[in-house]
């Protein structure tokens, strides 16, 4: 166990690499996909269920945390560790990307956001410097810089005046979080889908100097193309030695695609959530668990799987529990697609430290060209 924060590169296959995050409360293997616990939980699961899929991490988010249950009260409950039971890395945004997408009545200045509570239309204010002091409070092991992410499309003026704010914000941040060894704060690079400017806010962010950086902006309606376009040269603006981190990403294929570009972390609500909708993720890609034809299908989801939905469960009875709307449907799938996340980045790690990531990946696109098993 260490008592500092640290990087550490195994092996690199192409652009693609694999290592390890060491942190006081445990290591991070990289490539990493981070569970979103939005309001100090992964929805329908336990922590240790989540453990079990193997994350060694999950995110937190700050906007939810600091409006409900609040983050002095978090940290008077002794941390958000403890209060959700967790005891391993946490990474919380910085509240940003949520104020922006889900608050009332906002109003954008140089010095922050001000913004009424989507649920009780509260007013709050955020800025660098409280971002930093709400996410000490929740004592989060990585903490990201506060910045502003204007929604796509935007033209390139707006979008490089909302970066330079960002990176002016960066700084900020970076002085608010003062030295506070055992934690980590990364900088998040932006400029949206204009490779000019990202190289311009990945500069800014290097003299600054951050514990890694973050690719944010990206993973937001502009699809896939023009997100590997700009991941075709982003992680290769920021520094080799220190983790980047995709934010809001993804899907499988996204997840394969970004590592392949020089990805070390990433973070997505989808296993969780489409576990709460009926779909499921498996190696031969996404299936419906409504729909008719799986009512008399006595076969796991995945037979290869070894999660708990497809060792005890027919695809017949996670039919039955979904359309019963039984609570069991929710934590079984969200099971099982956090399994699958986590088996997906195993073996893209496994692949990388033997320098087999192409076959790896030419695997993986051709298990999904074959789509679900037939009925029966
Ligand atoms: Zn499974």
């Known amino acids: 166990m260490t008592d500092r924060f640290s990087f550490t590169l195994d092996a690199t296959d192409g652009k693609a690499r694999t290592g390890r995050i060491d942190t006081p409360r445990g290591t991070i293997r990289t490539p990493a996909f981070m569970p979103v616990g939005t309001a100090a939980t992964v929805k329908a699961m336990l922590p240790e269920s989540v453990r079990a899929t193997g994350a060694d991490i999950l995110l937190g988010n700050t906007y939810h945390l600091m409006l409900r249950p609040g983050a002095e009260r978090i940290a008077r409950l002794g941390g958000l560790h403890r209060f959700m039971n967790w005891d391993r890395p946490i990474l919380t945004d910085s509240g940003g990307f949520q104020v922006m997408s889900l608050a009332g009545l906002r109003k954008l200045t ?216 039984e609570m069991i449907s929710g934590m079984l799938l969200t099971w099982h697609n956090l399994h699958y996340f986590q088996e997906l980045m195993a073996g893209l790690r496994a692949a990388i430290a033997a320098g087999m990531l192409d076959d790896f990946v030419a695997d993986f696109h051709a298990q999904r060209a074959g789509g679900d098993i037939p009925p029966l």
């Open 110 to 325: 140089e010095e922050g956001v001000t913004f009424a509570s989507h649920i009780d239309g509260s007013k709050h204010m955020l800025s660098p410097e409280t971002s930093m002091e709400i996410q000490r409070l929740l004592g989060s092991d990585i903490v990201m810089c506060f910045d502003e992410c204007p929604a796509l499309p935007a033209d390139k003026q707006t979008v490089a005046a909302s970066m330079r704010m960002s990176m002016r914000w960066a700084q900020r941040s970076r002085d608010a979080f003062g030295d506070r060894p055992g934690h980590a704060l990364f900088g998040i690079m932006q400029g949206g889908v204009t490779r000019e400017l990202r190289e311009e806010s990945a500069e800014a962010l290097k003299a600054i100097g951050f514990d890694g950086y973050a690719i944010g902006g990206l993973a937001v309606g502009e699809g896939q193309e023009a997100m590997f376009g700009v991941l075709d040269y982003a992680p290769g603006c920021l520094p080799a030695d220190k983790p980047r981190y995709l934010m809001g990403v993804g899907k499988p294929d996204d997840i394969v695609g970004a590592v392949q570009r020089g990805v070390d972390m990433m973070d997505c609500v989808l296993p969780s959530r489409s576990g709460r909708t009926g779909q499921a993720w498996t190696r031969r890609g996404q299936l419906n668990i409504k729909n008719a034809r799986h009512a008399d299908d006595p076969r796991p989801l995945d037979a290869d799987c070894s999660c708990p939905a497809c060792t005890g469960y027919s695809r017949a009875y996670l039919h039955h529990v979904f359309r019963a709307q």
